[in-house]
């Protein structure tokens, strides 16, 4: 073997007893600041097994542009500054109904390949235990009137795609979705 | 530009591995969409040094007395997958203490816990994308996946890397642990090669003369240089 090939390592599970260890920061559910710009929203997340049962030990990681589609990363190179009272990511453990609740604000919209842009979404890192790998896919919000062109969720098959939108839920007052890991309503995750 | 090309089969977990049962109701049935790689997975967080304090890399020093158990250091490099160290990104560490318990509220794993030890850490790679951990080797500790079911010492590893597509999440293992071949989470792992880079190795180099044992495990993350070659594909 080349002793010169680097690769990759591979993932392991985050197990069951992670608390102590990554989901300490309570201020990690708060992406915005007050001052911050945009629509500012309360956004659930639920993750939920094969057999639709709540997951109470899971880490549900968000990564996001701010409210005018700016990355804080200096990989986005376009000629103006992230709103400084926005922080992008933000990282919270399930709680016993297998939800989280980030407050945030709707991003804007970020450019796609070809010069296509791509319609309002927020990255999520789903981690569990009994998932040996993290589970990657996207939030996009229900009453956006671009989904039909955003150029990733037309890679998704169509009947799948109300997996990946988030709805205003009256119960909660707030931005609400379930993740299926599993199940006939399983959510579409992606191969990045 | 860095490209992030996708994993060789084998070389990452088998998602669905029932011999892990936790995976039976909670692995995906479907295959992932594959989709581009855009600013969105191109960006990501960010961490600079203000967020971490002077002992964060010390899990010795959590606590006002020593920890119980064998002192050891885990260092080694964060790379790319052209071997060119990634500085200035942050690693997680969580761990249980040298009884196999961890501090949790849901491990019931009667073995006792040590007043003296969280066993939570963290660091930033310095400009070179080197790392270290002072801490305590790990006990091995039993799980209910199966009859008698035990797992090996491990060290939990949390990385972000430059962008949404290097997160990793991983396990360190400890070299000639006889439990190796019988972990289903380990085993989980198609390829024996790709196993083998989650098993640390003793350094002496690293250890400290009168206090401390050393292992080296370095990270390798996704991503390499792009080469014309590949850019005509």
Request: glycine share 8%; hydrophobic share 35%.
């Amino acid at each position: 073997m080349n002793p010169q090939r680097f690769v990759a390592l591979p993932s392991q599970t985050v197990g069951p007893f992670f608390h102590f260890g990554i989901t300490t920061d309570p201020d990690l559910g708060d992406l915005a600041t007050p001052s911050a710009q945009g629509e500012h929203i309360e956004l659930r997340v639920r993750l939920l097994d094969g057999d639709g049962a709540p997951i109470p030990d899971g880490i549900v990681e968000l990564w996001q542009a701010d409210s005018t589609g700016k990355y804080a990363h200096p990989n986005d190179t376009r000629d103006r500054e992230p709103d400084p009272a926005f922080r992008g990511f933000g990282r919270l453990a399930t709680g016993d109904d297998g939800a989280c609740t980030f407050s945030t604000v709707r991003p804007g919209r970020v450019p796609g390949e070809h010069g296509a842009w791509q319609s309002s979404h927020i990255n999520v890192c789903v981690f569990a235990r009994g998932l040996l790998g993290h589970l990657c896919t996207r939030i996009y919000f229900d009453d956006d009137p671009t989904l039909a062109e955003d150029p990733v969720l037309s890679l998704v098959p169509a009947g799948r795609r109300a997996t990946l939108l988030a709805h205003r839920d009256e119960g909660y007052g707030c931005w609400s979705i379930d993740l299926h890991l599993q199940g006939e309503s399983e959510t579409v995750f992606f191969d990045l | 530009m860095k490209i992030y090309p996708r994993p060789e089969p084998g070389d990452q977990p088998t998602l669905f591995h029932p011999a892990y049962q936790s995976t039976i109701r909670r692995a995906p049935a479907l295959a992932p969409v594959r989709i581009p790689h855009t600013l969105s997975e191109l960006t990501g967080p960010v961490f600079g040094d203000h967020a971490l304090g002077e002992t964060d890399n010390d899990l010795t020093r959590h606590h006002s007395g020593d920890p119980l158990g064998e002192r050891i250091v885990v260092a080694g490099r964060v790379l790319d997958e052209d071997g060119r160290p990634i500085p200035h990104t942050l690693v997680e560490v969580w761990q249980a203490n040298a009884a196999g318990r961890y501090r949790h509220s849901r491990d019931n794993h009667p073995a006792p816990l040590d007043p003296n030890f969280t066993g939570a850490g963290r660091a930033l790679t310095d400009e070179n994308g080197n790392y270290r951990f002072p801490t305590i080797k790990p006990g091995a500790y039993p799980w209910r996946n199966h009859h008698n079911a035990w797992r090996p010492a491990h060290i939990h590893f949390s990385l972000f890397g430059p962008c949404f597509l290097t997160r990793l999440v991983t396990q360190m293992y400890f070299p000639d642990d006889p439990l190796i071949p019988h972990d289903p989470i380990l085993q989980s792992i198609p390829n024996e090669s790709a196993r083998r880079r989650l098993v640390s190795h003793f350094d002496l180099s690293l250890t400290e003369p009168e206090w401390a044992l050393g292992y080296r495990f370095d990270i390798v993350l996704r991503g390499r240089d792009a080469t014309p070659f590949e850019d005509q594909r």
